[in-house]
């Protein structure tokens, strides 16, 4: 049944918007058209930004900096009941959604998504957000270019969701 729904539910709201602009007296195809046109423009807009951004990831995951920095936090991690494998999930989930979910994925496999760490994991993956692909995009492709206490907010939010991430997992799990 559901699936049934799901399958129906685009085919509904297009039928939907058509049967509401032909009642209207709009040309719903033209502008539908001229839509698909101004598309073009925001994609040649946001280009730059998304390619930008791509790369830095790259670079940032190929140098290995991950691994420097889980050497230098492993004794502070150990102190606060951190497992040291959930540190790449947080220093690239404010960077990439995709490369923190390439993450989690390597997390559930090797532990499992019952395992302590899979759980936190997930808790980090849906209470922080891509902070700084959304600075880099959005705000790049309408050129807003004072962020700074849009970055800090973010931050703090994934901070405070990171926080609270590690202490209610242990708390209920560990």
């Keep these: 049944m559901i699936n049934m729904i799901s399958n129906l539910a685009l085919p509904i709201i297009v039928i939907t918007i058509v049967t509401y602009g032909v009642y209207k007296k709009i040309d ?14 925001m994609i040649f807009t946001m280009f730059p930004c998304l390619l930008g951004m791509i790369f830095a990831v790259n670079i940032f ?3 290995g900096i991950l691994n ?9 991690l150990n102190f606060l009941k951190i497992p040291a494998q959930i ?19 390597n997390i559930f496999q090797n532990y499992g998504p019952d395992s302590l760490i899979g759980k936190m994991a997930s808790v980090i993956q849906g209470s922080t957000d891509t902070t700084f692909y959304i600075l880099t995009l959005y705000f790049g492709s309408i050129k807003i270019k004072k962020i700074r206490y849009s970055l800090i907010a973010g ?5 405070i969701g990171i926080t609270s991430a590690i202490i209610i997992v242990n708390y209920l799990f560990g």
Aim: hydrophobic share 50%; no cysteine.
């Design 155 to 159: 931050l703090f939010a994934d901070l």
């Design 61 to 63: 995951i190929s140098s």
């Design 28 to 41: 719903v195809y033209d502008v539908f058209i001229e839509g698909a046109k101004e598309s073009f423009d």
């Design 87 to 105: 540190i790449p999930m947080i220093i690239m989930r404010p960077i990439s959604g995709s490369s923190s979910l390439v993450i989690l994925n």
């Design 68 to 76: 420097y920095a889980y050497i230098f936090l492993e004794p502070l």
